[in-house]
Structure formats: C-alpha cells, structure tokens
C-alpha cells in the first residue's frame, strides 16, 4: 500500500491527464476505461514501458520475497529453492500489476487513463511481471557475483552504502517501503558489521511445510465460443481463492472477437464475472472442477465509414500524425447481465503447474443484439495452464 500510494500519488502531482480523469461521470468514465482495453500498444514510449514498468515488477516482486518466510533468505544461484522463491514473487507480482492497471485503486479507477485512446493496450500486463522477473533476477547476480566482491575488500561505510543503494536500485525501494536503509540485506549483516564471509543465506526452503491444497490458483487460457451464427475466439484469465479444501471464490476476466463478420464490420466481447468453484479432488493428478459464475458483458461492433475514413485522412494529410482509428469508426455498445455455468479438467504436471486440458461452459448474457452480432448464446470450449500457491 505505501508502494501504491506513492506511484498514484506521482501520477496526480505531475500528469495533467490523470487529473482530468476526474471530469464528468466518475462511474462511467471507469466502466469506459475498464470496457475500452485491447491491443498492445498503450501509447507511452519505450522507456516507460519496457524500464519503468519492469522496475515496478521488480519492486513489488521484492516486497513479497521480503515477507516470504519460506524463500526470504535464498540467495541468486542454480537452487531450487531461490527459483521458487522469484517465481511466486513473480506470482503477486502479476497481481500487484494488474491492480495497479485495472483493480479497485488503480489507473482505471484515479484517473480513467484507458479510457482515452491511445492507452488501452494490455502491454504494462504482461511486461511487468515478465521483464520484472529478469530484473529482480539480474539485481540479484549483480548482489552476489558484483556487490558481495566488493565489500569483501572494502570496509569503507559509504562505499558499501553505494554498491548496496545504487547497484539494486528495485530492492532498495521496496527496503524503503517496509521502514529499512535502502541497503539493507536479508542475507548478511549491515553495512556496519559484515565481514567476508558472515551470511545467513538459506536455500533449504524449509521455512514451513506446504499446505495441502492450493492456496490460490491462476488460470490463462485460450477460448472459442460456438455462437448462434458464428464463432467468438479469444482467451482468459481466472484467479481462485480456496475458501476451504473443496471451495474456491472466482474471478474471471475474458475477452474474444467475433469471427466471420461483413466487410468493414468488426466486434468483440468482454466478460466479467465472479462465483464459485468446486473441486472435488483438489490434491489429485486429475483434478475435475465444476463452477457458476455471474457477472456483466459489453459487446461491441464498429462499422468502418469510407467517407468519414476518407475526411479525417484528407484533414491530417501532411502532419505525419498517427490517425486514431477511433475517429472513423462508428462505434454502437451493449452492456448486460451474464452468466457462465460448466466444468473441466486439469492434469497436474508439477505442484506449481497443470494443465487445464479442457473446459465447456454454458455461457448467456442479457443484453439488447447489435445488427450482425449475435452473441446472447454459446457454448464455450477452452484449454489452458494453471499456476497454484500454496503446494510449494
């Protein structure tokens, strides 16, 4: 939270277009902002995209490996215990990033950044916890292999204060976050009193034994939806709490374009939704699941206009400006309740990952039908992996 205050604090203090985020209808500018994401640019350049944003990862990856018990003190190398330890830092990161995108105190919700075109690309998504892993790994070489080599020969306070500061500036910040120096390690002693060699590194990863059943699990998945009079293909995403050893709260996101559709025509769906899962053989190889899930759908077609298309490139013919595609679309929307009712099964491969080799669901939704768009009806067919907390 403190890590979170400080980016949605930096974002209102120094960017005019957060703040004017905060014009008009508050809730549905956030439904806008949330409705309108797709693509892959978000329109920020490279430096805050692919630096910036690896370093947020990076940072948040840390402050759970700081309250990891289990992996805490595992220190870079080829054990199993200190990738285990990044991978599930790798796990709330994703988390912390997708919150700080679209989840209840975020860019969506202070601000209404996606909403304005061109940012409604999922780009920070997927690069945040991805390269942030890279980073937080790389931190830790330079720690191990760089840092650590040179206090061992040098006992000078402020150098040591330096290398440890400047050298892993993403573990210096989320130290900050938790009331330490930037340069304090959970591996060896202070910049004080560390000498060659005193360490309290532990690649055991015995911090506590494994609970039985996933703590938490996180489906992606690809999808295609059998509609009455064509096919909706796109993919998912599903994060499921146990509330106890059978039962899981679920959200799910997901999204898909419809296929088939007349010329200059397109549309696509999102779905979001939560319920409940059950599973009755959480710890098995095959793990069967049923669920029930609630929630809104927004279903969208644009109809391409050649003669507005035609006027808006005339008038920026010559400025060497991008064209925002929104501005010869015509664009009609309809919004309505959900509902998504099935099963599948997973084969578990590892005790941090399965493979969801199938899944059928039943999927309606209550909204008015778009000209060319039928999508009130289908059956939708999936596969997927999923990565589980808790069992490791």
Sequence with gaps: ????GIQHGFRLATEKGTRRGFEGPYLRNVAKSIGSLRGWSDGDIALVNYVGHPMQGAVSGYIFAQNDPRYRRVEFGTSRAYWKGRLR???FSF?????????PISEATIGTIQS???QHGF??????PVIGLGWQVSEDAVDRFIIQKIENRIENICVRMMVRGWLNPSRSMANMMRGDSPWHRDTRPGIKSYRRGMSYVDNSGRGGDPQPTPVFEFTSRAQTTALHGGQCAGGGAQGAYRLNPNWYAVLDISGCKMLDMPTRVSSDSLQYLAGLQWKPRPEARWKPHLQFLLGGNKTTRELIDPELKKIVLERNAGTGQTVPYDEFAVRTEANGL??????GLDLKITNALSWRVAGVEYVRTFSRELENVRSQEGLRASMGFVLTMGTW
């Design 123 to 128: 780009v920070d998504h997927v690069v945040t």
């Design 116 to 118: 304005r075109w061109p």
């Design 89 to 91: 830092a790798t796990a």
């Design 338 to 343: 959900a509902l998504a009712a099935g099963g």
């Design 1 to 4: 939270m403190y890590f979170l």
């Design 95 to 103: 988390a912390y990033s997708t919150q700080f995108e679209i989840g």
